[in-house]
């Protein structure tokens, strides 16, 4: 029996998501995905979803916010990063133009990953994502927690051969698997009812 931990990168998840074919599987439910790849006599410590809310644009707030609250009722923990607005100026024409960018994620699961390993939460992880800045984590926790397993899940569609060297084993997202772990169309908790949004059918 060994005892596992999750972190989701979730807008490396989403963003996989956004590829025609699979746009039908954001509504995706990260405690049935776990429970889906773990072994049978495993025991699932904590999950953790790793994100920042697009404040500026309503319709997405609201549906993150509801994706967030469907997680927390599957008992998923969300760990909020933050989007910061800075100036580009377009190569072309020399305009300055407003955008966002995310910060703190990479950071965050850092952090959580190393200081669960050293907490001695977990036997083995899984980070789920394909984002190479995430090594010098899986490195550390190597170093300060000999004897942690780390694993990695990348998004469906993506690779990344950086990552996958550095980790202790892999799995796979099939899109069996996203189609068997998609929360319910409709979420009772409490008086509240969480919808599957519209644009995630």
């Known amino acids: 029996m060994s005892r596992y931990c999750v972190y989701v990168d979730g807008f490396n998840v989403y963003y996989a998501l956004q590829e025609p074919p699979y746009q039908k599987y954001k509504w995706l439910n990260y405690r049935k995905l776990a429970e889906n790849v773990v072994g049978k006599h495993d025991r699932i410590m904590g999950i953790f979803y790793f994100t920042a809310i697009v404040r500026w644009k309503q319709d997405n707030t609201l549906r993150h916010k509801n994706y967030i609250k469907a997680l927390r009722w ?5 760990i909020e990063g933050r989007f910061l607005e800075k100036e580009v100026r ?8 407003k955008t966002h960018e995310e910060k703190r994620t990479d950071v965050n699961i850092a952090l959580k990953l190393l200081g669960d390993a050293i907490d001695d939460l977990y036997d083995k992880a899984l980070i789920i994502s394909a984002d190479s800045d995430l090594i010098p984590a899986i490195q550390a926790v190597h170093k300060y927690a000999p004897g ?10 993506r690779n990344n051969n950086d990552l996958k ?19 319910p169309e409709k979420i009772k908790i409490g008086n509240d009812i969480i919808l599957r949004p519209n644009s995630w059918q």
């Open 148 to 157: 942690k397993e780390i694993g990695v899940m990348f998004p469906i569609g």
């Open 165 to 183: 060297r550095e980790a202790d084993f892999r799995i796979k997202m099939p899109q069996r698997l996203l189609k068997a772990c998609q929360f």
């Open 74 to 78: 599957a008992r998923v923990d969300t």
């Open 90 to 97: 377009c190569h072309r024409c020399g305009r300055l133009y």
